[in-house]
């Protein structure tokens, strides 16, 4: 069985400075991890995945994540918060050549910029 | 290119009535789940269709829960004798294909339902 855990449920942070969003998982097999992004009334965008290769995963809109299997994580950040940072963020994992690619969500963070 | 699409957006229903919510995927996906979005359980996936396989059902919560996919292409996911715990936003996502899950799954804006 896989599970997510995302410590905390609200990250708050100023316009500029760093974002990180923890991330770590549970899998019984290699996983696929994905973080989505939710905006209030919208559905779930995907920000980056990591499958295989590279552990160093570059997402749109400015963000990337590392995947250390040693921690079982793979957290997310970003260099400098911008305010349309602002919105709720999903980590995900999935099974590894699995025939079924359902996803196991973390709980989620509401990340806020502050001015 | 149009994404996924849900109707209706907001749905209003009285406890005890059945109701219907349809999830139309992206064109030539063949991979379509569908998920439960609540304040107390976070994300829960519900049901999964690939194909002409058997559709996984393993996270369908009972009995009221139903969902059929006609043509390989739009779902219908149907609650029967509705209960205020139904109450929830319900997330349609579809991907291009199965057994390989590095396909990203591309999502609604969902079905917000209350029960009155």
């Known amino acids: 069985a896989q599970s997510v855990t995302q410590l905390g449920s609200h990250v708050s942070v100023s316009e500029g400075a760093l974002v990180l969003l923890r991330c770590n998982y549970s899998s019984s097999v290699p996983p696929y991890l994905f973080w989505y992004v939710q905006y209030p009334n919208q559905g779930l965008q995907l920000l980056l995945k990591y499958t295989t290769g590279a552990t160093l995963v570059k997402g749109i809109n400015g963000f990337e994540a590392e995947f250390k299997k040693s921690e079982t994580s793979f957290h997310l950040t970003k260099p400098s918060a911008h305010m349309s940072d602002a919105a709720e963020y999903f980590c995900?994992?999935?099974?590894?050549?699995?025939?079924?690619?359902?996803?196991?969500f973390g709980k989620g963070i509401t990340l806020s910029v502050r001015p | 290119g149009a994404g996924v699409s849900q109707s209706p957006s907001n749905k209003v229903t009285e406890k005890g009535k059945d109701v219907e919510l349809r999830c139309d995927p992206i064109?030539?996906?063949?991979?379509l789940y569908w998920y439960r979005q609540s304040l107390g359980q976070g994300l829960e996936f519900l049901i999964y269709f690939q194909g002409n396989s058997a559709p996984d059902k393993s996270g369908l919560p009972s009995d009221r829960f139903s969902a059929e996919r006609t043509g390989g292409s739009v779902s219908t996911l149907t609650i029967q004798r509705t209960q205020q715990e139904d109450s929830a936003v319900y997330l349609c996502a579809s991907s291009l294909s199965q057994g390989i899950s590095n396909q990203p799954q591309h999502f609604g804006d969902g079905t917000r339902l209350s029960i009155l």
């Open positions: 995900a994992v999935s099974e590894s050549g699995g025939a079924n690619s359902k996803l196991t």
């Open positions: 064109s030539g996906h063949t991979a």
